[in-house]
Nanobody
């Protein structure tokens, strides 16, 4: 069993930055693909970013490319999402997820992931 805990969310002004963290426990996740998703009020959960087991390969939703950076520290069982130049439309609950190793370009679907965190709220005010 794997437990994922997100942190780092909060209230930030438009144009500001936040860094989300996702700590995993229960199993070493070195060989897994990890990802971030988000769900805004009244909308379906959507893909944000994915990273392969080594951290060498990443992929992003078009809406966050150039602003968000996904990374991971395997010895610490931690994944990060650095979010810069935040916009109102980035307001959502952000979830981290873990799944079997796959190409990050194929890891945009929720079905690619097996374990999910409880989410952390990010609110961007203009």
């Amino acid at each position: 069993q794997v437990q994922l805990v997100e942190s780092g969310g909060g209230l930030v002004q438009a144009g500001g930055s936040l860094r989300l963290s996702c700590v995993s426990s229960g199993r070493t996740l070195t060989w897994y693909t990890m990802g971030w998703f988000r769900q805004a009020p009244g909308k379906e959960r959507e893909f944000v970013a994915a990273i392969n087991w080594s951290g060498a390969s990443t992929d992003y939703a078009e809406s966050v490319k150039g602003r968000f950076t996904i990374s991971r520290n395997n010895p610490k069982n931690t994944m990060y999402l650095q979010m810069n130049d935040l916009k109102d439309e980035d307001t959502a609950v952000y979830y981290c997820a873990v799944g079997p190793s796959t190409l990050v370009q194929l890891a945009h679907s929720e079905s690619s992931y097996r374990y999910w965190g409880q989410g952390t709220q990010v609110t961007v005010s203009s």
